[in-house]
């Protein structure tokens, strides 16, 4: 059974840092293309932030400079480092995995269950 397991939501104010992890069990890890995705109240699922197999990485342009992706194949877990939080980037926070080098929305195999992400003025 594929699981995805997000942490390291919370509150914060603006100009302030969190650090998101996302466990994964029951898929070759390191095989796949693994994504950050956040959907705020009233908006579409944007994705923030992806990193494939080969380390290359993308990023939305609304974090760039501020939100780094990364991931520990030993530990199966990714992570987004998120610094100089704004509260336009208050949303649930989702990661997600991939077999393709894409990860699109549409291509996504395996979602987790998300973490909030509240960033107060």
């Known amino acids: 059974q594929v699981k995805l397991v997000e942490s390291g939501g919370g509150s914060v104010r603006a100009g302030g840092s969190l650090r998101l992890s996302c466990t994964a069990s029951g898929i070759t890890y390191n095989t796949y293309c693994m994504a950050w995705f956040r959907q705020a109240p009233g908006k579409e699922r944007e994705r923030v932030a992806l990193i494939r197999r080969d380390g290359s990485t993308n990023y939305a342009d609304s974090v760039k400079g501020r939100f780094t992706v990364s991931k520990d194949n030993a530990k199966r877990t990714l992570f987004l480092q998120m610094n100089s939080l704004n509260p336009e980037d208050t949303a649930m926070y989702s990661c997600?995995?991939?077999?393709?080098?894409?990860?699109?929305?549409?291509?996504?195999?395996?979602w987790g269950q998300g973490t909030q992400v509240t960033v107060s003025s």
């Open positions: 997600a995995a991939d077999v393709t080098a894409e990860c699109s929305e549409s291509s996504i195999l395996y």
